[in-house]
Structures are given as structure tokens and as C-alpha cells.
């Protein structure tokens, strides 16, 4: 039975709608905590058996930090990618997909947190994986990190203007968000609340950021929405699916 794996890094970086949308056209997840990688069953997988393809998400960890099971996870995303797996990655899970293919992922001189602007290149806009997504939208964003250029012959779909690299496709199926385009509003007030001590180091204030967030979620979502349908309809072939 084929089956999606999902690297999940936090207790409160689900898979969220992203995950909602592939259980909805079939498929069905093993959700994994690398993290947790000395609990049985939670690491990296050790083969590909049966794997239909790989979400890797966000979380409070940065590349190059010490912890082995980011080794760990770099080297089966670039099992994935050789065997021409679907690779989905979101945040975190953008940064470890474009450092493991060969890309390179550092500090940010201004970091993002809340809805920032971010914009569709001219390539993206010809890409099936933005299809309907607006040239110009609100994306939720909480990182100080960033894709400072990404694999030999990745294509950039989206930039922001702190952040240039805001999504990338490598090869056929390997695709990088930095946006946390899978979060609910109940997750956007968590990764908020998770971040309110880097928000006040920006001078940004938890209330002022929810506030932002009541404004641009709604608009925000329906541009989530899409997108989710566009990678479980384009990135994941629908070979083999079975109810779950």
C-alpha cells in the first residue's frame, strides 16, 4: 500500500490542510517526528518501500544545527529526489530540501513573521503548481532563515521582498514553500504565540500580529486552498490510491 511520508519537527507543525487535501484525494500518511528519532518508529524511514512520496515541514530547528537526525533527514530527501519521488516542503522542510540538493540556506537580515506580500515570478506564473494562485498574496510567514540560492537548475516560483527565494521546483516533482501555506487560523495564533519573544525583539507585539492576521487570513486561505489542490492534483500521481 503506497503511502506518503511526512517529517513533522514541533508538536504544533502538522500537516494541517495540506494533509486534509492528500487524505481527501486518497492517500495515506505515516506521519513521522525525526526529532524524536530515538522513540521506535518515529525517524527517518530506513528504505523506500511502498513510499509514494514526502512532505517535509516546518519547525524551530534551522540547517546546520548539530542535531544528527537533520543529516538524517537531507539524506532521504535526496533518495526521494533520485528516485523521482513527489517532495513537498514547507518552511524548515524548504530549507533542508534545497541544502540537501546542493543549495545553500542562511540568516536573514530581516526576518519574517506574520503576512507579508509575496509575489509569483514570471516563471512561476506558468507553472501547474501555481495555477489559479493570484501573481501577488498574503502568506503567512515565522522565519530568520532563508534559501540564499537555491540547487543547480531550481527554478524560483515565488519571491518576497525580504525573501527572494519564497518557493522553488527542482526536477519534476520537487517542490520547496517558505510560507506556512498548510496552517489553519488556530495554527497561525499558536506558531504566533511560539514565536512572541523573537516578535518582541522585531518590536512586533503578539496583538498586533493576530490583528493582521484577522485581516489577511480569510483572502490568505482561499490562495492555501488552491495551492493544496493543485499538489495533490499535479505533484502526486494518483497510481495505486486506496480509500483511507
Not at 522513540?39 to 544528527?68: A, W
Not at 529526489?81 to 524548515?92: F, Q
Request: proline content about 7%.
Amino acid at each position: 500500500m503506497a503511502t506518503i511520508i511526512v517529517f513533522q519537527h514541533s508538536p504544533h507543525g502538522g500537516p494541517g490542510r495540506l494533509g486534509l487535501t492528500l487524505r481527501d484525494h486518497g492517500f495515506r500518511l505515516d506521519v513521522r517526528r525525526p526529532d524524536l528519532h530515538r522513540e521506535r518508529g518515529k525517524g527517518v524511514p530506513p528504505d523506500y518501500d511502498n513510499v509514494h512520496g514526502l512532505v517535509v515541514l516546518g519547525g524551530p530547528q534551522n540547517v546546520g544545527d548539530p542535531e544528527p537526525w537533520l543529516n538524517e533527514s537531507m539524506a532521504y530527501i535526496r533518495g526521494a529526489h533520485e528516485r523521482s519521488l513527489p517532495i513537498v516542503g514547507v518552511c524548515l522542510g524548504h530549507q533542508l530540501i534545497a541544502a540537501a540538493l546542493g543549495g545553500q540556506v542562511g540568516p536573514m537580515p530581516t526576518p519574517e513573521l506574520g503576512f507579508t506580500r509575496t509575489s509569483v515570478t514570471v516563471a512561476g506564473q506558468t507553472d501547474t503548481i501555481m495555477a489559479g494562485v493570484p501573481w501577488d498574496f498574503m502568506a503567512f510567514q515565522t522565519h530568520g532563515q532563508q534559501v540564499t540560492a537555491p540547487p543547480a537548475g531550481a527554478t524560483v516560483l515565488a519571491s518576497s521582498e525580504a525573501c527572494k527565494v519564497q518557493a522553488f521546483r527542482v526536477g519534476l516533482r520537487t517542490y520547496g514553500f517558505q510560507f506556512h501555506f498548510e496552517s489553519d487560523r488556530p495554527n497561525v495564533s499558536t506558531l504566533l504565540r511560539s514565536s512572541e519573544a523573537w516578535a518582541r525583539e522585531q518590536g512586533l507585539s503578539l496583538k498586533t500580529l493576530e490583528s493582521q492576521a484577522d485581516d489577511h487570513y480569510q483572502r490568505a486561505a482561499l490562495v492555501a486552498d488552491r495551492l493544496c489542490l493543485n499538489i495533490a492534483a499535479y505533484c502526486f500521481p494518483s497510481v495505486g490510491l486506496v480509500a483511507v
